[in-house]
């Protein structure tokens, strides 16, 4: 097994639920011996949750990113992402506006609420049955992915599991998946394994599960990037070899790193 060396999936200061300083990440990085990192900060314009509503990014994340990339030139290949909280009606101009405002690398389209609801909120108030939330949340990422397709790959997209406290998605869950990786695939688009189920304790939950990966293979899909969503330095890096693992098993050779918004696979 081949361990990866590349993160595409770090946030910073520059999001409400970090305080990492961007150096301490890329420092964390280079201690744990890898070759490159994205910094994909949160954009949530029209999160209900205004304590992590974020505006459209600003001169200051774009000047420390690079500004960080020059630090470490030689030593961690600095990439420029972002992930947006993607919402239909008037957050797809916005999005589609931030996604050009700036040279980035990588874009991730994410998916943590309605425009009225966190999906976490309704996890806590189990006012649906796992089935329910579940479809609901399928149902909802669909329709996004539909209307804006300015995006590279899409963020932990079993991120439901972690709020439906019982594993579910089958059924017309299931249905909703399968047309999520057909879109995915014919925008050429990719998905992201998100390590970060290891330090949520999901288990066989993986972030996608490897089902799920191995539906998206037999769909025809190739894409699949790879992040640890770390929000502090001692997440930087990991769980990757088990991410390498999980997607051997569901038959994948390789993993995408996007430079200019450009895939470039590198083998596992």
Known sequence: ????????????????????????????????????????????????????????????????????????????????????????????????????????????????STRSETFDGLGRARTMAPEQLCLHYYSHVLMCIRAFQNYDSLAHLNLVDRYAKTPAGGGAAREVLDEIYRTVIAQGKGLEVNTSSHRYGMGTRTTPTLEMLRRYRELGGEIV??????????????????????????GFKHYAVFRKRSPEFFPL
């Open 1 to 112: 097994m081949m361990y990866l060396k590349y993160d595409s999936h770090i946030h910073s200061e520059f999001s409400t639920d970090s305080a990492a300083p961007m150096e301490v990440m890329a420092r964390a990085a280079v201690e744990r011996g890898l070759l490159g990192i994205t910094f994909t900060d949160h954009y949530h314009p029209d999160y209900p949750d205004f304590l992590h509503r974020t505006g459209q990014p600003t001169s200051a994340y774009h000047s420390a990113i690079e500004r960080t990339a020059r630090q470490f030139s030689g030593r961690l290949e600095v990439l420029r992402g972002l992930e947006m909280g993607v919402l239909t009606g008037p957050t797809l101009p916005a999005c589609e506006a931030a996604a050009e405002a700036y040279s980035y690398d990588f874009l991730l389209a994410a998916f943590h």
């Open 225 to 250: 990037t790879v992040g640890s969503d770390a929000h502090a330095p001692e997440w930087v890096g990991s769980h990757l070899d088990e991410a390498g693992v999980l997607l051997r098993a569901a």
